[in-house]
């Protein structure tokens, strides 16, 4: 406390009372209002200390982040790009071609758009736009609006004569549907779903139904390299947790390294040992488990990446485990034992449910980091070893898919943030130390 | 260590079954990363022990890998990169992270539980949905593919763990040593700096030391806002596993399990005298 806050705080208290009998501080001035503005001033203080770190992490981080799964659902190009097209549209009945006025309409706002400096050109974005939701339209609309000047009415014709596109009542409706500020045509596509000809929500065709594929497969491995953790973990972290503290801090080492190491040196530690040509199918080979020609392969998928994740996680497992284990008193399970109780029994009856609240601090915190890995994935995953946070990457680096990108960011988020809030429910932020 | 005299002999089977299982365990552990260390040294270009260094013949070891990384300016450019844009993002989450870890343990505070939560985030986010994000935003105000950028993502990555610690250091901060500073004439800028800042000091070094570490680790964010001009040793590492891989990984890898050995083992001594201090310790 700064010694300014010395005048509110009243240093003699007693003898002194207003008319009204309130007490009052040397000063004069009543003593509850004096340390109501002692309490306000902290409070202040307090959010003075907080606030720097809050707007840098409000602007740098969140604030990016909500703008990401803003996109998701943001839909300008269309508006933007089409609003008589968009107006005409509205008398349209959705079955046979829209009428010469629509044509008409589309016309003005291509030539509208070809007069406006380049950089505000929206045809570009909207090219791109509809050829999510239809692959012939980036070609249609740049074809089309690139001649639009020499075009002559009835518009209905000259369009049909430019890009087949136009012929087709697909595109109309496409244009209707995604003639809004805001669209679900992202999460939608997300969960393999696509809209038909009458514009109802459809199962996408077989062949490319991969997302919910990939949600399942991300989930399936997280719960095996999550179970891989707590099998491997439970043991060593017990074992720890009965060493006398030098011996165990010893030992700790063996579990802190790792978490210690570049993430990328523990992958290509995996690389260097499971590749075809690598050291444990050499070793194999020279023991004559198996021959040349038959080297396991065991990285470049599904294999590789739960064996090198598992290694990665580990340490995120033993340490929850160790400290909730080096908290339980060894005389329950004696206590247990001298009642009668087999060893496996006072295990399972007296000594495991004690663990319990670091299993499911480990668990969880494991699971979370899995479900959104993506360097190991992406290095030693191969093609079934990838995981939801590689095709994300791929929709923001090279297809470009932003808004899709966004809606299955969005989804994976959500699923983390779900965990999350479980974990806290079940054992509270509390449990989560580090080294 | 010998064991009680009333173990049967099945007791005493599964007592040393399952420390070998336990051995097992750790050696899963270590052996990948220790075993970088002497394919390291490797004469030829291949990720395994060759018949030389099988039988020790000196031949089948050289210092080639540690040669190309040196002569490399890629590599070299990384080296300090990474050291640069870590120790910038360390002092910014530090600083920042120190204050908002004094300003949430004291008992005035305000929405504590949805402010911390909100500071510990850039821990949970899956890092992909983080550098997305930023990607986005950084673009739009143009500090991508800048140092700031990288130097801003980076520190916000780390700050929840220099939050984390400070709080946790500040848990058994005894509160009337600043109370005692002030009554004797300590302005809050001479308190904090010669009662609290000396006490606090090895949470905020761990809390310091993770945020570098964070940084210095951190590939992703670097993937998706960082330019060439700013790759980073992890950056250059996955260049190097996806495209020419050569034992030059291994060399790297070799330095950067040392640098870690020395990390942990200063924040393992830090732990130990903050136990010590606060009395918890044993020995």
Redesign the interface.
């Known amino acids: 406390?700064?010694?300014s806050d010395a005048s509110d705080t009243p240093t003699a208290i007693g003898n002194e009372t207003d008319s009204k009998g309130r007490l009052l501080t040397s000063d004069g001035r009543p003593l509850r209002a004096a340390l109501q503005r002692a309490?306000r001033r902290?409070?202040l203080?307090?959010?003075?200390?907080?606030?720097?770190?809050?707007a840098?992490?409000?602007i740098?981080?969140?604030?990016?982040?909500?703008?990401?799964m803003w996109?998701s659902v943001d839909n300008p190009a269309v508006v933007e790009a089409l609003p008589r097209t968009l107006a005409a549209l509205e008398e349209w009945d959705g079955n046979d071609l829209p009428g010469e006025e629509v044509y008409r309409a589309l016309y003005e706002d291509m030539l509208a758009d070809e007069e406006l400096p380049r950089a505000e050109q929206k045809m570009g974005p909207l090219a791109v736009r509809l050829n999510y939701e239809i692959s012939a339209a980036r070609s249609a609309i740049v074809r089309t609006a690139r001649n639009v000047d020499e075009m002559e009415a009835p518009y209905k014709e000259a369009f049909l004569d430019a890009h087949r596109l136009w012929n087709d009542p697909t595109i109309w409706r496409i244009i209707e549907r995604e003639g809004r500020p805001l669209t679900a045509s992202y999460y939608v596509a997300a969960v393999d779903r696509e809209y038909n000809a009458e514009g109802e929500i459809v199962q996408a065709p077989e062949n490319r139904q991969i997302y919910v594929a990939l949600f399942g497969r991300t989930f399936m491995m997280s719960v095996v390299i999550t179970f891989m953790t707590f099998a491997?973990g439970f043991?060593?972290a017990y074992?720890l947790s009965t060493l006398p503290?030098?011996k165990a801090?010893l030992?700790m080492?063996?579990?802190?390294?790792?978490f210690?190491?570049?993430?990328?040196?523990?992958?290509?530690?995996?690389?260097?040992?499971l590749?075809g040509?690598?050291?444990i199918n050499?070793m194999l080979v020279a023991l004559g488990v198996i021959d040349d020609e038959n080297r396991l392969t065991m990285i470049y998928n599904q294999t590789g990446t739960i064996i090198a994740m598992t290694?990665i996680l580990?340490?995120f497992m033993v340490l929850p485990l160790y400290s909730v284990m080096k908290t339980i008193p060894p005389s329950y399970t004696r206590a247990a034992k001298s009642l009668g109780a087999t060893?496996w029994t006072a295990f399972r009856r007296v000594y495991f449910p004690q663990t319990l609240p670091g299993i499911a601090a480990g668990g969880v915190l494991v699971f979370?980091i899995s479900?959104?890995?993506?360097?190991t994935p992406a290095?030693v995953g191969g093609q079934d070893g990838r995981m939801i946070?590689n095709e994300?990457?791929r929709h923001?680096?090279s297809s470009l898919n932003?808004g899709l990108?966004?809606a299955l960011?969005t989804m994976?988020?959500v699923s983390?943030?779900i965990l999350?809030w479980l974990f806290n429910k079940l054992v509270g932020?509390d449990s989560?130390?580090?080294? | 260590m010998s064991l009680p005299a009333y173990y049967t002999t099945k007791?005493k089977v599964?007592h040393y079954a399952?420390?070998v299982?336990?051995f097992a365990?750790?050696f899963?552990?270590?052996a990948?990363?220790l075993?970088?260390i002497p394919?390291s040294f490797n004469a030829q270009p291949?990720?395994?022990?060759t018949r030389e260094m099988l039988t020790l013949n000196p031949e089948g070891y050289s210092l080639r890998w540690y040669q190309d990384f040196l002569g490399d300016d890629g590599w070299m450019r990384s080296i300090r990169n990474s050291f640069l844009i870590g120790i910038a993002a360390t002092i910014l989450s530090t600083t920042?992270?120190t204050?908002?870890a004094?300003?949430?343990s004291?008992a005035?505070?305000?929405a504590k539980g949805l402010?911390?939560g909100?500071?510990?985030?850039?821990m949970?986010?899956?890092?992909?949905?983080?550098a997305?994000?930023?990607?986005?935003?950084?673009s739009q105000i143009n500090i991508a593919q800048t140092f700031l950028g990288v130097v801003?993502?980076h520190?916000?990555l780390g700050?929840p763990?220099v939050?984390?610690?400070v709080t946790?250091t500040l848990v058994g901060f005894d509160q009337s040593l600043?109370?005692a500073a002030?009554?004797l004439?300590?302005?809050?800028t001479t308190?904090f700096f010669k009662i609290t800042m000396p006490l606090i000091l090895p949470g905020v070094i761990?809390g310091a030391l993770?945020a570098f570490?964070t940084s210095?680790?951190e590939?992703?964010v670097v993937?998706?806002v960082a330019g060439v001009e700013q790759r980073t040793?992890?950056r250059e590492?996955?260049s190097g596993?996806?495209e020419d891989?050569s034992p030059t990984?291994?060399a790297v890898?070799t330095i950067?399990?040392l640098i870690?050995?020395a990390?942990?083992t200063v924040?393992?001594l830090l732990?130990r005298r903050g136990e010590r201090l606060r009395g918890l310790?044993?020995?």
């Open positions: 406390m700064a010694p309490n902290r409070k203080t307090a959010l003075g200390l907080v606030a720097p770190l809050l840098f992490i409000l740098f981080f969140a604030y990016p982040i909500v703008q990401m996109r491997l043991p060593i074992y503290m030098s801090n030992l080492i063996a579990v802190l390294l790792p210690w190491t570049s993430l990328l040196v523990r992958t290509s530690a995996w690389i260097v040992l590749q040509q690598g050291v050499d290694h580990l340490p060893p979370i479900i959104g890995y993506y360097i290095l946070s994300i990457a923001i680096q932003w990108a966004a960011g994976l988020l983390v943030l999350y932020t989560l130390k580090f080294g | 007791d599964w399952f420390r299982i336990c365990i750790f899963f552990l270590l990948p990363i075993i970088m394919l291949y990720f395994t022990f920042l992270g204050l908002a004094l300003g949430l004291r005035e505070m305000p402010i911390m909100i500071l510990i985030s850039p949970i986010v899956p890092l992909i949905i983080s997305a994000g930023m990607f986005f935003f950084f801003i993502a520190a916000a700050t763990f939050v984390i610690t946790a600043t109370r002030a009554n004439g300590a302005s809050p308190n761990s993770f570490i210095f680790d590939i992703v993937l998706f040793i992890p590492m996955w596993i996806r891989i990984i291994l890898a950067l399990v870690s050995i990390l942990l924040v393992e732990r310790s044993p020995q």
